[in-house]
């Protein structure tokens, strides 16, 4: 891995970790929350340091938290910068887009909060960059049904999910891409996708992985604590895009339309 990391390496990834966790009720920042006994960030770096391509991390951290987390990923054996993230999660992105130094054009910028993402799914953004693309994405079908309601909550109109999709980090950019769109952003964007769309960019997707949900909610916490239990410890860089976990966007999950 060490010899792809040195012939590769060509991958920046800021990590936007500096948010509270609302939705995860009252703690510690979500990044440093446990999971399996570890804090959620650590997962999280480590399988962004086991995808070939990446040589720097840029970690967006949150209030008063830089220091523990210089002292959690001391161990982490690509560079990785830390920055004081900002009150949104777009300003904790540009913050740590600033300390990526103009040698990286290649830039994935990916949640703490999906700590389980395969290092397979990086690799996979890192690679449709490289083919040519400005901005790419992970996107899975909706397997819900979607309906629209009203102000009391009824329901005004069944959407056709079939043009749906769910949308995962890492996204990728050329560095040109991300640095024109977050200069000229408009409003607060949920992800950097959004941004470049704003600022006209086609965004490609790739297929995306049920390994990279993001974590929010405690049920969010047992599902990672089952999947890492289930996995009996492998680190997810074992996980294979392409398997029965990872879904061409293009395909309707499941045998039926139903869901
Ligand atoms: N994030 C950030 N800075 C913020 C807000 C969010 O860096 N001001 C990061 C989070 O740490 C997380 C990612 O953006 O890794 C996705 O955000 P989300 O899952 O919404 O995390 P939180 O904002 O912490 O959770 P909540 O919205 O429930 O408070
Ligand atoms: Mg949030």
């Given at each position: 891995m060490t010899a792809q990391r040195t012939a590769r390496g060509d991958v920046a990834i800021p990590v936007p970790a500096a948010g509270?966790?609302?939705r995860m009720g009252p703690g510690a920042p979500k990044a440093l929350r446990l999971l399996a006994g570890e804090p959620l960030l650590l997962h999280a770096v480590r399988n962004i340091a086991a995808a070939p391509s990446v040589g720097l991390?840029?970690?967006a951290a949150p209030p008063n938290g830089?220091?523990?987390?210089?002292?959690?990923?001391?161990?982490?054996d690509i560079p990785v910068r830390i920055v004081l993230g900002g009150a949104t999660r777009q300003a904790?992105?540009?913050s740590a887009l600033g300390a990526v130094p103009a040698e990286f054009d290649l830039i994935l910028v990916h949640d703490a909060a999906r700590a389980l993402t395969p290092p397979a799914l990086i690799e996979a953004v890192a690679a449709k960059l490289r083919a040519g693309s400005s901005a790419v994405i992970p996107a899975l079908p909706v397997v819900d049904t979607i309906k629209r309601v009203g102000d009391a909550a009824e329901v005004?109109?069944?959407?056709?999910r079939s043009t749906l999709r769910a949308v995962q980090t890492p996204q990728g950019f050329r560095r040109a891409t991300l640095t024109a769109a977050h200069a000229g952003a408009a409003g607060d964007h949920t992800d950097d996708a959004g941004l470049a769309e704003q600022a006209g960019v086609r965004v490609d997707t790739v297929p995306g992985d049920d390994r990279a949900f993001k974590i929010t909610r405690p049920f969010d916490l047992a599902v990672a604590e089952a999947l890492l239990a289930f996995d009996g410890g492998t680190p997810a860089s074992d996980a294979i895009v392409g398997d029965s976990r990872s879904i061409d966007p293009n395909v309707e999950r499941g045998t039926t339309r139903e869901g």
């Open positions: 509270s966790g609302v991390i840029v970690v830089a220091d523990t987390i210089a002292s959690m990923l001391g161990n982490v904790s992105v540009a005004v109109a069944t959407v056709d």
